[in-house]
């Protein structure tokens, strides 16, 4: 990691190591600088710093402590992946979400996990419901 005093702040999304995320240590998020005050027009000013996407909204990354680029790769789909092979990708993630959704109910935090390779790669998913409290997460 490069230290923070180096990192661009042209608004050039970057990988930040941060101090603690979510009271976790030694966390890595990819976040961006602001240089502060109205970046939207109706909107309320914001103080200048490090920003990173919570989901919902931009929030201040606490306390980075270093970064790097974001590796640059092709985000296309492989040519020798079928259309049939994505869909089923997509499929399998949207019956993990079907099927975890029962599970918070009783088990929050509850995980769907599944995994699959693709050239000698492994890939891990995982799938949780992002609602903390069961009573208001939608029903299946």
Same mark, same amino acid.
């Given at each position: 990691m490069k &230290? #923070? !005093?180096?990192?661009p702040k042209d608004g050039k999304e970057v990988i930040l190591e941060v !101090?603690?995320?979510?009271?976790? &240590?030694g966390k890595f998020l990819v976040g961006h600088y602001m240089?502060?005050?109205h970046c939207i027009e109706d909107h309320p000013?914001?103080? !200048?710093g490090w920003y990173f996407w919570n989901g919902c909204s931009?929030?201040?990354a606490s306390k980075p402590i270093g970064w790097c680029d974001l590796p640059i790769e092709d985000t296309s789909p492989p040519e020798d992946v079928s259309i049939d092979?994505?869909?089923?990708?997509g499929e399998k993630v949207i019956e993990m979400a079907e099927r975890i959704k029962p599970v918070h109910k009783v #088990?929050?935090?509850?995980?769907?996990?599944w995994s699959f390779e693709d050239e000698n790669t492994r890939f891990n998913v995982t799938v949780t419901v992002s609602d903390p409290d069961p009573a208001t997460a939608a029903a299946p």
């Amino acid at each position: 990691m490069k &230290p #923070m !005093e180096t990192a661009p702040k042209d608004g050039k999304e970057v990988i930040l190591e941060v !101090e603690s995320r979510a009271g976790r &240590p030694g966390k890595f998020l990819v976040g961006h600088y602001m240089p502060g005050g109205h970046c939207i027009e109706d909107h309320p000013p914001i103080k !200048e710093g490090w920003y990173f996407w919570n989901g919902c909204s931009f929030d201040i990354a606490s306390k980075p402590i270093g970064w790097c680029d974001l590796p640059i790769e092709d985000t296309s789909p492989p040519e020798d992946v079928s259309i049939d092979d994505l869909v089923a990708v997509g499929e399998k993630v949207i019956e993990m979400a079907e099927r975890i959704k029962p599970v918070h109910k009783v #088990m929050p935090g509850a995980q769907a996990a599944w995994s699959f390779e693709d050239e000698n790669t492994r890939f891990n998913v995982t799938v949780t419901v992002s609602d903390p409290d069961p009573a208001t997460a939608a029903a299946p």
